[in-house]
C-alpha cells in the first residue's frame, strides 16, 4: 500500500478526484436528524432477533480537548479545573465570565438584570471567541447590549488567559506550513491559503476604491444608465472580491476546529477500533458510528452491569487526556427509545417500572 505523505499528497488526491470507478460506501445515519421527522426515522432501527441495542456518546469532548491543549502547552489550569471538579462546564464558566451566583447560570435562568442567560451566552459566546467574532456582532446575534458584549469578552479572555492564543497560534501555524495537525498527528491541508491570502490582501486597496465610488454613484439623485451599468459592474467585482476574502476567513476558522474536531474524531475511532474488536471476540455487533457516539447491539441475555461497565471503559479510557473523559451510555429496544443503567431492570432485560422503584427502595 502506498503510504501518502507531504510530497505526494496532491498527486494522490488528484488521482483519486479523476478516478471514475464505483466505490460502494456504507450507509450515512449521520444525515438522520434526531429531532422531529428523523427522529421517527430513526426509531424504525431495531437490534436483529434477540438482541439490544446499546449507545456511548462521549460528552463535551470538543471544550475537554481545548482545555487539555490550554493547560499540557500553556499550564493554563482555568478550564481544565471545571473538568476536574466536575462542577458543570457551562455553569460554571458562566459564575467565572459573569461574576454571578450559581441560581443564575443554570439552564435557562436570567442574569439579576432579566437581560440575558448566561448559561446560554456562554455556550454561543466560547464558539465566538475561537471565530474571532467582534463584541458588537456578538451583541446583535445575542440581542444584547454592546456594554454586555464588551463584558463578556474582557472577562472570558480574563478568565481563560491562554484560550485566545491557542486559537491564534493553530491559525498562524497554519498560514506558515499550509496545514494544521490533530493531537494524534493526522494532518488537514490548506494548500490554497497562501494564494488567496495573498491576492485578497493585494485587493484591499481594490475594494476600498470601489466601495467609495459605489457610494458616490449611489448619493445622485439622478443616475444615467451609465451610472446603473457601471453600479451592476462594481457590485459583480465586489462580490468576487467577498468571496475571496471569505474563504480566507472560512480557512482560518476551519484550521481551529480542524484541530479540536479532528482531534474528537481520533479520539473515537480509537474507540471505535477497540470496541469492533471486543465485539468480534463476543458475537457482538456494532453497528455505526454517529458523530460522538458509538452504536453496538448485544445479545439480551449479555446484557449486564458489567457489559455497561466495559462500554464506559472503552469510551473513557482508551484514551487518557489530563482532564477526564465522560460517556452518556443509553440501553434501548429500538434507536431513540433510550434507557439509562439505572433505569433498566437487568436481570429481566427489560426497562425498570414503577412498581421495580418502590420495591428498591423498601
Partial sequence: MLAVNDSNYHAIVR?????????????NLQNIPSKREGKRVRERFVPREGYILIGADLGQIEPR?????????YGDNSM???????????ETMAEMTFGLPREYCVDGA???TNSFRPRDMMKTGSLAVSYDQSPKSFAKKMNVTDEVAEFFFENFNTQFPSFKRMVTDIREGMKRTGYVETLYGRKRRFPDYKRVAAEAAKSEQRRIRLYTERKRLNAKDRKSDADNRRLTEIQTELDVLRDQAGLVGYWERAAFNAVIQGTGADILKMNGNRMARICKERGWEMNASIHDELLISVPRDQ?????????????????SLSVPLVTDIVIMERWMDEHKPHEWDFENCRPKTKEDDALSQQ
Fill in 110 to 112: 436570567y442574569d439579576p
Fill in 15 to 27: 488521482k483519486l478526484i479523476t478516478d471514475d470507478r464505483k466505490v460502494p460506501k456504507g450507509t
Fill in 303 to 319: 446484557l449486564t452491569q458489567e457489559t455497561v461497565d466495559l462500554v464506559n471503559d472503552i469510551m473513557t479510557r482508551t484514551v
Fill in 80 to 90: 481544565r479545573q471545571i473538568f476536574i471538579d466536575n462542577s458543570g462546564y457551562y
Fill in 65 to 73: 480537548i481545548q482545555s487539555h491543549i490550554m493547560y499540557a502547552v
